[in-house]
C-alpha cells in the first residue's frame, strides 16, 4: 500500500468514528474532540522551549510544525478585531481532506479539526485566553475556520 | 392514584432554579436528594454513578468559573457566527435581546452555580456499558425530589460538555481515570418563582408502529 493509499484508509476510518461519534451524540459530540492532535504537538513543541508573546507567534509556530510534519501545505490567517476577537485561519492541503469531504458527503460539518485544536491548546497555554471552534467553512482544497477568543477576564 | 397523582404534579411542576436564598441546605435533604439518585434504573443494576457534594465556597467558586467560561465561550462562538441572531430572531425587544447576549457572551448564565449552597457532581464509570444514560437517569431522580422537598435545583453542563473544562474539574476534585464527570446540580432554596417552560405538544412526537405515523389521528 504506497502512502496515499495508507493515508486514504486512515481518513476513511477517522471519518467513521467521528460520525460514529456524531451518531451517537448529535452536535455535542463537537465539544468532545477539542483535544484531538493536542498531545501530538505537546509532545514536540513544548520540548523545544518555544516562546511566545501573541497570536502571530502562536500562528507561526503551527504553520511551521503543521507545514515540516506534512500535516498540511500552507496556513495564513488573520486576526479579526470586530464583534468579538477571533483567528480566522485558513487551512490549504490539509492531510485529513478526505476525512472531511466524507463527512460532508453524510452532511455532517466540520466536527473536528486537529490543527485548529493544536492552535487552541497553545492559545489557552500561552495566553491565558480561553477560545472556541466556531465554524469552518470548507472548499474542495481548503478550509477556513473561526477560533474566537474569550477572555478569562471578560 | 395518590402517587400518579403526586409524581405526575412534581414532574408537572418542576422548573430549573437559578437563583438561591443564602440559606444552608439541611444535611437531610441532601441525604433525600441522593438517595433518589441511588434509586435510579441503570444498564445491568450497573450503578455506575458516584455523587460529589461541595459545599466548601472557593471551591463552588472554582466551578462556577470553569461553568462561566465554557458557557461564555461556546456562546461567544454562536454570536460571532451568527446563530444567536438566528435563534433569538423572534425577539423584538432589542434592550431584552442586548441583555440576553451579554448574559450569554460573558458567561454569567451559568456563573450562577457559584450562589447555589450546594453542588453535586455526578460521576460515572467508564467500564459499564451505558453509563451517560444510567447517570441521566439519576440525575432526574434527584432534580424531582429536590422541587418534591420544595428545594430548587438545576441541571448544569456548563462546566462539563467541552472535555477541556471537564478534565479541569476532575483535576480539581481529583476524580480518578475510570471516571467521567457527567454533570452538576446545584442545589438551594429558591429565590426565583418561575413557571415550567412551553413544551412542544404531544401530538408532534409520538408515532404509531412506526416514524411518521401520527399516533394522535
Known amino acids: 500500500m504506497d502512502k496515499s493509499d495508507k493515508t486514504a484508509y486512515f481518513n476513511e476510518i477517522l471519518a467513521d468514528v467521528v460520525k460514529s461519534f456524531y451518531d451517537e451524540r448529535g452536535l455535542g459530540a463537537r465539544y468532545r474532540l477539542t483535544l484531538v492532535g493536542v498531545d501530538y504537538l505537546r509532545n514536540v513543541v513544548c520540548q523545544n522551549g518555544n516562546v511566545i508573546k501573541d497570536v502571530n507567534d502562536i500562528m507561526s509556530l503551527i504553520s511551521s510544525f503543521v507545514k515540516e510534519r506534512q500535516l498540511a501545505e500552507d496556513i495564513s490567517w488573520q486576526l479579526v478585531d470586530e464583534i468579538a476577537q477571533y483567528i480566522k485561519a485558513k487551512i490549504s492541503g490539509c492531510l485529513h481532506q478526505e476525512m472531511c469531504n466524507k463527512l460532508g458527503s453524510s452532511g455532517i460539518d466540520v466536527l473536528v479539526c486537529p490543527i485548529v485544536n493544536m492552535i487552541m491548546f497553545l492559545v489557552e497555554s500561552s495566553l491565558s485566553k480561553t477560545c472556541e471552534f466556531a465554524e469552518t467553512e470548507r472548499s474542495e482544497r481548503h478550509c477556513e475556520s473561526k477560533v474566537v477568543f474569550f477572555s478569562s477576564q471578560q | ?217
Open chain 2, 1 to 217: 392514584m395518590e402517587l400518579a397523582r403526586a409524581v405526575e404534579n412534581a414532574i408537572g411542576t418542576r422548573v430549573s432554579i437559578r437563583a438561591y436564598r443564602d440559606e444552608e441546605v439541611p444535611e437531610e435533604v441532601i441525604l433525600k436528594v441522593l438517595e433518589a439518585g441511588r434509586r435510579a434504573p441503570s444498564g445491568e443494576n450497573a450503578q455506575p454513578w458516584k455523587f460529589i457534594v461541595i459545599r466548601d465556597r472557593v471551591m463552588r467558586l472554582k466551578l462556577s468559573e470553569i461553568a462561566r467560561r465554557g458557557s461564555g465561550r461556546r456562546f461567544t462562538g454562536e454570536f460571532v457566527t451568527g446563530v444567536m441572531d438566528k435563534r433569538f430572531k423572534g425577539l423584538q425587544d432589542e434592550e431584552k435581546k442586548r441583555r440576553i447576549y451579554r448574559n450569554l457572551t460573558t458567561g454569567s448564565v451559568s456563573a450562577f452555580i457559584a450562589t447555589a449552597p450546594v453542588l453535586i457532581v455526578v460521576i460515572g464509570n467508564k467500564k459499564v456499558w451505558d453509563t451517560p444514560y444510567d447517570c441521566s437517569a439519576a440525575m432526574q431522580n434527584m432534580l424531582l425530589m429536590a422541587h418534591a422537598l420544595s428545594f430548587g435545583a438545576c441541571w448544569v453542563n456548563a462546566g462539563t460538555l467541552d472535555v477541556r473544562d471537564e478534565l479541569k474539574i476532575k483535576e480539581l476534585l481529583k476524580v480518578p481515570e475510570d471516571y467521567k464527570i457527567v454533570s452538576i446540580i446545584s442545589l438551594g432554596k429558591p429565590k426565583e418563582n418561575r413557571q415550567p417552560r412551553k413544551r412542544y405538544p404531544l401530538e408532534e412526537m409520538v408515532y404509531s408502529e412506526e416514524y411518521g405515523n401520527s399516533y394522535f389521528k
